[in-house]
Nanobody, 127 residues
């Protein structure tokens, strides 16, 4: 059974950093595109980043470009989202999601159509 578990969220001051992890089990991570999404209170879920199964293509939302970096370690079955220079507007529940299989593909998308989702981790940016 495909399972995703996020971790690494917490409370951080503006300008600070966090690294989110998304640990995968029950499927071959290297064949799946992984997306990061977030949902703030009262707002719709939005795509933040997407990293292709090949790792060769990464897409970012304009709101996080230059501050967030997605990466993947297929051997460790984990995908990461490094978040730097965090702002209060980054406060949200962050989710990772998987879709596939996409064998050795550069396919990425921020559209909300991923097949499997984690339970989310809270990120709060506040002084």
């Amino acid at each position: 059974q495909l399972q995703l578990v996020e971790s690494g969220g917490g409370l951080v001051q503006p300008g600070g950093s966090l690294r989110l992890s998304c640990e995968a089990s029950g499927f071959t991570l290297e064949n799946y595109v992984i997306g990061w999404f977030r949902q703030a209170p009262g707002k719709e879920r939005e795509g933040v980043s997407s990293i292709s199964s090949s790792g060769g293509s990464i897409l970012y939302a304009d709101s996080v470009k230059g501050r967030f970096t997605a990466s993947r370690d297929n051997a460790e079955r984990t995908v990461y989202l490094q978040m730097n220079n965090l702002k209060p507007e980054d406060t949200a529940v962050y989710y990772c999601a998987a879709d596939g299989p996409h064998y050795n593909s550069d396919y990425v998308t921020l559209r909300d159509g991923y097949r499997s989702w984690g339970q989310g981790t809270q990120v709060t940016v506040s002084s």
